[in-house]
């Protein structure tokens, strides 16, 4: 194995004009590099027996490459081995604030080779990706999806970030914090003394806009991030080198968050219960002077009057309001947010109102986490 590794050490960095597969030398590096790493640590004894499982060996590395990309952030890792049992892959505990993040990752075998990709499959790749968060993340902890693959030119990224946008935008999970996607590739370099390529890694996030705990997964990537390549890129795919496609001249090697498109927008329309007047201090009751809507925030729901159909509370959440009564100011009907079952995720908090009349000359900004209660 130490004769392969220095064999392809010294071979990517002086390469013919053309190879049939010109990342292979370079990924090969890296993934006995980061074996090397983790045979030192106590865990080893437990990953060992995936990472001779042919079935479990990329799905394995791709694991090893974001604990290792967590750590890298300063965030604390615990891996969970593989059982009988559905559990997440990791165990995250925040750095600077102790919470912890569960991660589960998803390898699809589609994404693992050069094989062009269809949308149909893209989609059965996403569907099943939502499968697998509900089935082992659990529900009273705020949770990450990572899509790890390889060597995917840049179209197939992007169509299936769409795909993921798309997907998440008709979701109702409060603990699905989003879907990151995680996918190791080589950087191809020309210099005087020869081509190089470099194994290199390409992070991004897609936030779930119905998320409702109080982790909030940044979106901002930091001009002046030293591990950000500042040169012209060429992609590689299809077994060659494209010269001709020049790609940005800025990429996160491994620690970008994408620069999100906003996702708010109500996307799930509902239409709210019609009540009776409720009697003088019986139920916390919102009114307003013509203010539409009443409630606005980045969430995914619209919450509709149940008799004229205006919106009285833009983008907000599942659990943004909780028995609390609203009266439309164009048909003068009153609309209820039903009493919501005790929220099981950690959140930032609730404000209550007390029993009485709610007169707003203005609307009120929604926050995720932040749950509003009538008493």
Not at 274 to 288: C, M, N
Request: hydrophobic fraction near 35%.
């Amino acid at each position: 194995m130490h004769v392969l590794l220095e064999a392809a050490k010294k071979a990517e960095i002086s390469l013919p004009e053309y190879l049939a597969t010109p990342w292979f030398l370079a990924e090969f590096t890296a993934t006995v590099e980061i074996i090397q790493r983790w045979h030192k640590k106590p865990i080893w004894k437990e990953l060992e027996p995936s990472l001779v499982n042919p079935n479990h060996f990329t799905h394995t590395i791709s694991k090893l490459r974001l604990a290792e990309h967590m750590e890298h952030l300063g965030h604390k890792v615990r891996i969970t081995p593989r059982g009988k049992n559905a559990s997440p892959d990791l165990i995250v505990q925040l750095y600077g604030v102790g919470s912890l993040l569960n991660i589960e990752c998803y390898q699809p075998a589609k994404l693992s080779d050069e094989s062009q990709i269809s949308k149909k499959n893209l989609d059965k790749i996403v569907k099943h990706s939502m499968e697998k968060a509900k089935r082992q993340l659990p529900e009273n902890t705020p949770g990450i999806l990572a899509i790890c693959g390889f060597n995917q030119p840049r179209k197939i990224l992007a169509t299936l970030k769409r795909t993921l946008e798309e997907r998440l935008k008709k979701t109702e999970r409060p603990n699905l914090c989003g879907i990151l996607t995680l996918f190791s590739s080589v950087l191809y370099s020309r210099r005087k003394t020869g081509q190089r390529l470099t194994p290199m890694m390409n992070v991004d996030f897609v936030h779930n806009p119905s998320y409702f705990g109080r982790i909030i997964i940044g979106d901002e990537e930091p001009e002046d991030d030293p591990r950000l390549i500042k040169t012209p890129l060429k992609e590689i795919a299809e077994g060659k080198l494209l010269h001709e496609n020049k790609i940005s001249s800025k990429i996160c090697i491994d620690s970008r968050t994408s620069t999100l498109a906003e996702m708010g927008g109500g996307f799930i329309k509902k239409n709210l219960k019609l009540v009776d007047k409720p009697a003088h201090k019986s139920r916390a009751v919102i009114h307003s002077r013509g203010i539409l809507p009443l409630f606005e925030g980045k969430g995914n729901t619209n919450y509709l009057c149940g008799r004229c159909g205006i919106v009285l509370v833009k983008n907000a959440w599942k659990f943004s309001l909780s028995n609390i009564v609203i009266e439309c100011p164009t048909c003068q009907s009153f609309n209820e947010f039903p009493k919501l079952k005790k929220i099981e995720l950690p959140i930032l908090g609730s404000v209550a109102f007390a029993k009485g009349d709610y007169y707003f000359r203005n609307w009120v900004v929604l926050i995720p986490g932040a749950c509003l209660v009538g008493l």
